[in-house]
């Protein structure tokens, strides 16, 4: 069974860092793609990024975080600079549904880690 577990948020102010982890267990990343997806307070889900083959960001990140992956430890890494206020959500990882491929459909969600932006 597929089990994904976020860590590394919390607190920040504007203009900070933090950088999010997502571990994998019963599962190898293989030809999947994988992704951040956030909610922010109010707000439906929003894709932030993903990584496969290549990787891609939301337009509202690029430029300030960037997505990553240790295969050999089954994590997945997302480094946020210059935070912002309109970051603050709750981040959730996910892997892709179809194998190979960056379709938005998941197949397994973590529990999400709470990312707040205030002064």
């Known amino acids: 069974q597929v089990q994904l577990v976020e860590s590394g948020g919390g607190l920040v102010q504007p203009g900070g860092s933090l950088r999010l982890s997502c571990r994998a267990s019963g599962f190898t990343f293989l030809n999947y793609y994988r992704d951040w997806v956030r909610q922010a307070p109010g707000k439906g889900l929003e894709w932030v990024s993903a990584i496969g083959g290549s990787t891609n960001n939301a337009d509202s990140v690029k430029g300030r975080f960037t997505i990553s992956r240790d295969g050999a430890k089954n994590t997945l890494y997302l480094q946020m600079n210059s935070l912002k206020p309109e970051d603050t959500a709750v981040y959730y990882c996910?892997?892709?549904?179809?194998?190979?491929?960056?379709?938005?459909?998941?197949?397994?969600w973590g529990q999400g880690t709470q990312v707040t932006v205030s002064s």
């Open positions: 996910a892997i892709e549904l179809q194998e190979g491929a960056a379709t938005g459909l998941f197949g397994s």
